[in-house]
Nanobody, 120 residues
Framework: QVQLVESGGGLVQPGGSLRLSCLAT????????MGWYRQAPGKQRELVAG???????NYADSVKGRFTISRDNAKNTVYLQMNSLKPEDTAVYYC??????????????WGQGTQVTVSS
């Protein structure tokens, strides 16, 4: 069974920075892509940033230029560096993984979520 273990959330003042980490543990034949989503109270979950195994990235328009996604393939870990944080970035952030499981079936997993609160 694959698990995604997130860390790095917390409370930060506007303009501050946080770095989220997500470690994928368990048996996978390969990882296709990993990403970060967020869900604010009363809103739908939305994609924040994604990165493929080849290193291609994509970002929500609202975070471009402020957030950077990266990954360490050897450690099966993806990071989200968040700078110039705004109150509207407040949300629960979820790690997501698409990969190949046994028999090369495509599988998808979610982390448990980590709270990010931007407030003075």
């Amino acid at each position: 069974q694959v698990q995604l273990v997130e860390s790095g959330g917390g409370l930060v003042q506007p303009g501050g920075s946080l770095r989220l980490s997500c470690l994928a543990t368990g048996r996978l034949l390969s990882i296709i892509k990993m990403g970060w989503y967020r869900q604010a109270p009363g809103k739908q979950r939305e994609l924040v940033a994604g990165i493929t195994s080849g290193g291609s990235t994509n970002y929500a328009d609202s975070v471009k230029g402020r957030f950077t996604i990266s990954r360490d393939n050897a450690k099966n870990t993806v990071y989200l560096q968040m700078n110039s944080l705004k109150p509207e970035d407040t949300a629960v952030y979820y790690c997501n993984l698409d990969g190949h499981g046994s028999g090369w079936s495509v599988v998808n997993y979610w982390g448990q979520g980590t709270q990010v609160t931007v407030s003075s």
